[in-house]
């Protein structure tokens, strides 16, 4: 089975940075398109950021646009966000998966991982 597991949050001042890595396993990464993805309570899960296979291309949702940085390491078969400025409305529960190379939106993997949760105080 394909596993995706996401780490690397936790409490963080507003303002403050955060490094989020989404490790995949159980399947081909490196021609996958990636993204990232996010939900908070009450709210349906949103696309975040996303990446091509290569890395050369990226995309983000306005929310996020100048504060956040998608990249990926496909030797480790790794992607990362770099969130940086954090605002109180970040707060979700942070999940990766791979995305349509032709709209970077849509998932593919049916099983999601367990997400990282990502708290910003205001």
């Known amino acids: 089975q394909v596993q995706l597991v996401e780490s690397g949050g936790g409490l963080v001042q507003a303002g403050g940075p955060l490094r989020l890595s989404c490790a995949v396993s159980?399947?081909?990464?490196?021609?996958?398109?990636m993204g990232w993805f996010r939900q908070a309570p009450g709210k349906e899960r949103e696309s975040v950021a996303a990446?091509?296979?290569?890395?050369?291309?990226?995309s983000y949702a306005d929310a996020v646009k100048g504060r956040f940085t998608i990249s990926r390491d496909n030797a480790k078969k790794t992607v990362y966000l770099q969130m940086n400025s954090l605002k109180h409305e970040d707060t979700a529960v942070y999940y990766c998966?791979?995305?349509?190379?032709?709209?970077?939106?849509?998932?593919?993997?049916?099983?999601w991982g367990q997400g990282t949760q990502v708290t910003v105080s205001s």
């Open positions: 998966n791979a995305v349509r190379s032709s709209d970077y939106v849509t998932p593919l993997y049916l099983s």
């Open positions: 990446i091509s296979w290569s890395g050369g291309s990226t």
């Open positions: 159980g399947r081909s990464f490196s021609n996958y398109a």
